[in-house]
């Protein structure tokens, strides 16, 4: 746990995902809303959404606090040259996961640190990709009737146990950035800022 009392760290964020992330592994920092519009542009690749909406998060909360340091961060699932956001009802999660059987789906997660007034302007993607096995319906409705809700992006939460069995591997770099934060870049980035952080 690194102490980061006095810093000013401001996570551009409504996901409780993200919150429990990084308060794994920093002790004191704000959440701000950014309320963006996550439309995307027409033609515009997974990797380019999730690094344009992790900025513009951070961007709208570094309006208002020049002085910290604001962290953005938003993931971008891509499926057969199709962008995912999040299914939101048990009905899309099911039909959106189902087309996964046997298939790989490319999980972009970008991430922004910036700070005007210091001069901090950091940015990173991760991806991940899930190959997902032949699975059944029968075993798609076990995960998704032990969801409380489907606000996750593509509907896919790994860290749950019924979710396990519906995938082969996982291939990426930090194994925690599926779910919305490349925590470990995230986290030697700040090393930086601060040296004396640990």
């Known amino acids: ?17 993200r919150k ?17 519009n996550e439309n ?54 099911f039909k959106t996961i189902m087309s996964f059987s046997g298939k790989n789906v490319f999980f972009n997660t970008g991430v922004v640190i910036i700070s005007p007034n210091n001069g901090i302007d950091l940015s990173y993607i991760d991806q991940t990709i899930i190959t997902f096995k032949v699975f ?16 996750t992006t593509a509907g896919v939460k790994t860290e749950s146990k019924m979710f396990q069995q519906l995938i082969s591997v996982i291939t990426s770099d930090d194994e925690e950035a599926i779910i919305g934060l490349p925590i470990q870049w995230t986290l030697s980035q700040l090393d930086n800022i601060f040296p004396n952080l640990n």
């Open 20 to 36: 429990k992330l990084l308060e794994k592994y920093i002790s004191d920092f704000q959440c701000i809303n950014p309320d963006v």
């Open 40 to 93: 995307e542009f027409n033609k515009e690749t997974g990797k380019e959404l999730c690094i344009r909406l992790a900025r513009d998060k951070a961007e709208i909360v570094a309006n208002d606090n020049p002085n910290s340091i604001v962290i953005g961060s938003d993931q971008v699932a891509t499926f057969n040259h199709k962008n995912l956001g999040k299914p939101y009802t048990y009905d899309n999660a």
């Open 136 to 151: 059944k319906n029968t075993d798609l409705i076990q995960y998704l009737n032990s969801q409380d809700d489907f606000k």
């Open 1 to 17: 746990m690194r102490n980061t009392n006095n810093k000013n760290i401001i996570l551009a964020s409504s996901s409780i995902h």
